[in-house]
């Protein structure tokens, strides 16, 4: 009997207002985060990540893995280019409903699974990305987190797709570690009370990262 998976998915801005530190510094944050929960026996024992990467279109950068087996290659950020969020939400729906296990009389399925998303902008395709947000909000996410990083990011689209909206004022490294320490913090909360059904409270966002209610 396979321990149940808690499925973690982070759609991550790779247009082209990211290149440079902003892009570095998410790269070097992803790294701390998947070794802050390799430290965690339940987050390492349930956690299974999937990064969905939007510019001028969507792509699964990384399936769905499970967390011990996950190799983060440098992402990479296209010239210029648009801001395909409504892409990305399409995107995603497709991989939940092809990878997430739903219970049966049988076997129990995953955990709900969790959704971060992060953007410097506001979405370029907005009619898609308002078409792809009841579809998302009825794949029963146990949190859906938004982060508006940097001052062009648009809260109020994202507000669209959650209440849960946090930002950042600035793109550097300081900034966007302490986002994915929070994200790691977050998934780690999940992990060990995924047993507890409804929405996973999330810990309290360190300095840098303003939870907008």
Not at 29 to 38: T, Y
Not at 111 to 139: E, N, Y
Not at 143 to 156: F, H, L, N, Y
Not at 204 to 211: H, K
Request: net charge negative; proline share 8%.
């Amino acid at each position: 009997m396979s321990a149940r998976r808690l499925p973690v998915y982070i759609l991550l801005d790779t247009s082209g207002s990211m290149r440079g530190e902003p892009i570095h510094s998410v790269n070097v944050g992803m790294q701390a985060m998947l070794s802050a929960l390799r430290q965690d026996p339940y987050a390492l024992e349930s956690v299974h990540l999937s990064i969905i990467t939007f510019d001028i279109e969507a792509r699964e950068y990384l399936p769905l893995t499970p967390l011990d087996a996950v190799q983060l290659d440098e992402i990479q950020v296209p010239q210029s280019g648009a801001t395909f969020l409504g892409a990305a939400l399409e995107l995603l729906t497709q991989c939940v409903a092809r990878d997430v296990k739903k219970s049966t009389p049988d076997a129990k399925g995953d955990w709900r699974p969790l959704l971060f998303v992060m953007t410097d902008g506001s979405p370029s395709d907005l009619h898609d990305f308002r078409q792809a947000i009841p579809k998302v909000q009825q794949l029963g996410f146990g949190a859906i987190v938004a982060c508006a990083a940097g001052p062009k990011a648009k809260q109020e689209f994202l507000r669209e797709l959650t209440d849960r909206v946090v930002t950042l004022d600035t793109l550097d490294a300081a900034a966007f570690s302490g986002f994915f320490k929070w994200v790691s913090a977050s998934v780690a909360v999940g992990s060990s009370s995924a047993g507890i059904a409804g929405s996973v409270s999330l810990p309290p966002p360190p300095p840098e990262i303003q939870l907008v209610l």
